[in-house]
Each structure stands twice: as C-alpha cells, then as structure tokens.
C-alpha cells in the first residue's frame, strides 16, 4: 500500500526528472534513470558537477557513459546499472579488497562501492603518471570524470582505431601495466582493445571498477590475464614480449 511518504519520494523524484537539463530527452531504457541514480545525478547537478546531461556515448550491460557538459566543458558521466552490472562478480572482486572491506551486502552497497573503486582506482593510476581519465568525482552509482575525444567525438576503442605504428603503441601499454603494478600497486584485471581508447597517437587505459590492489589473491592471475589480452591483440600487428618474461620480471614468477 503507498504511504504519504513514498507519495512525496516519488514526487520528488519526478521534480529531479524535470530538474536535471536533457534528462527527459534522453531515449534510455527505464531502468538506467532509478531513484538512486536520479538522486545522485541531482546532487552532482546542484554542486555543479553537471550542467546538463547529454547523448549516451555507450550503453552496456554493467554500465552506460553518456556525454554531458559542465560549463562549457564535455564530461563524461558513468552510471553503473543498478539492476543489470554483474553483482556476483563485483562482489567476488570486492570483497577480496582490503580498501572494501566496511561495505554492505546489498546490490545496491555492493554497486556504489564499485562506482568508489572506480574512482580511486582512476585517481592511483593517474597520479603515476597513467593517461586515464581524470576523475572528476562521484556519487552513489554515477562517476564523472574527464571525457576523452576530440572535436569528432569520443577516441574510438583500440579495436576500432588504426594506427600506424603498432610496436609503439604495445611497448607503450605494456609500459603502463609495468607502471600499474610498480608504482600504483594495481592490476587493472579486464584489459583488452575493447579498454583501451586510443587518441592523439596514443593509447588510454579506462574502465577501472575491477582493478585490484596487488594483495588480492588474484592479483598475479589477472596481471597474466591481462598480458595474454593484450598479445592475442597485437600478435599479427608487431613483436610482442613472451607472456612469462614479463611475469618474471614483474612479480618475480609465474602464475599458473
Ligand atoms: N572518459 C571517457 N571518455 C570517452 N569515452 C568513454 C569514457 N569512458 C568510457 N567511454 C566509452 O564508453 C565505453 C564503455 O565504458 P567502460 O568500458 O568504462 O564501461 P563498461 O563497464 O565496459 O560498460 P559495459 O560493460 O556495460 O559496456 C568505452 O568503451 C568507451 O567507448
Ligand atoms: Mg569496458
């Protein structure tokens, strides 16, 4: 039976539907825009993160990016899809993290928590000197941060792109997952050409959730994981290191 009060939730929530510019033209599916995620984007719009929201860059199943602008400025705004985004192994992912371990239990803990990892994990690599996007901030299940594009629109994914020099752009990445492990202490665990976008020449590591720190117990099998992405990628495309070789050096063995 509806209450007085969830009278005037829901009342509220239709004011922020009105209130947040472009939000009412957006062709989404329903469940993307939850209370939650209208509250989020309502307290980022009112702090002024946000000035208005605009198109969806991607829309996936864990989560959607839409482009949106903030002064002028193109942000890129992530929401992680409350209902549909692999709860299982975000938790499985998370509770092995010791930066997590306070959290709740429910989907909805469980996803914010992811959305937080995200954004600190963003904030590690950066600061050793990673090309990520820079996180700008989040809240509850939606992260905004630097949007990576060009007057043409968003880098496309490796992938997508053409490059001339494929040996620079593998010694490259493989320099970042070096640095990743060395400096930031992260693996970032689903590295792949659909993870990387690449710009200006150069490539750029995003989607960060499932990054981990190297005292996970899975950390060493994810870093192997995310080398063996990355040749079966550039195997027909340049020289690639043998898999173990930078096993050893990083982590001083090989991982089964
Ligand atoms: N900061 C950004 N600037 C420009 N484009 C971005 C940015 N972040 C993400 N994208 C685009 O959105 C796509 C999806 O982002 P991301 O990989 O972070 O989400 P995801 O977790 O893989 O979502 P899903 O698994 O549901 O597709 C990227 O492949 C990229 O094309
Ligand atoms: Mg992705």
């Not at 989404?28 to 307290?43: I, N």
């Not at 959290?103 to 050793?128: C, H, P, Q, Y």
């Amino acid at each position: 039976m509806r209450d007085r009060q969830t009278d005037e939730y829901d009342k509220k929530v239709d004011e922020l539907r009105t209130k947040i510019k472009g939000l009412d033209q957006l062709k989404v599916r329903d469940d993307v825009f939850d209370e939650y995620t209208l509250l989020g984007l309502y307290k980022l719009l009112s702090r002024g993160w946000i000035t208005a929201m605009g198109g969806p860059i991607s829309t996936g199943k864990e989560a959607n990016v839409y482009h949106a602008d903030r002064d002028g400025t193109t942000v890129a705004v992530k929401i992680y899809l409350t209902r549909t985004a692999n709860f299982k192994k975000m938790q499985d992912y998370i509770t092995a993290d010791r930066r997590f371990i306070n959290i709740g239990k429910t989907r909805r803990d469980i996803i914010f928590a992811w959305t937080r990892k995200e954004f600190s994990n963003l904030k590690r690599a950066e600061k050793v000197g990673i090309p990520v996007p820079h996180p700008l901030v989040f809240d509850r299940n939606v992260l905004v941060m630097e949007f990576l594009g060009d007057e043409n629109g968003a880098f496309p994914q490796l992938r997508l792109s053409e490059f001339e020099d494929a040996q620079a752009v593998y010694d490259e990445i493989i320099e970042y997952i070096r640095l990743l492990w060395k400096k930031a202490k992260l693996v970032h665990g689903d590295l792949s050409e659909y993870n990387i976008l690449f710009g200006k020449g150069h490539p750029y590591l995003i989607d960060m959730g499932q990054a981990v720190t190297l005292d996970h117990p899975h950390a060493p099998g994810f870093l192997k994981r995310d080398l063996e992405q990355l040749n079966r990628f550039f195997n027909e495309r340049c020289i690639t290191r043998e898999v173990p070789d930078i096993l050893e050096e990083l982590c001083g063995s090989s991982p089964q």
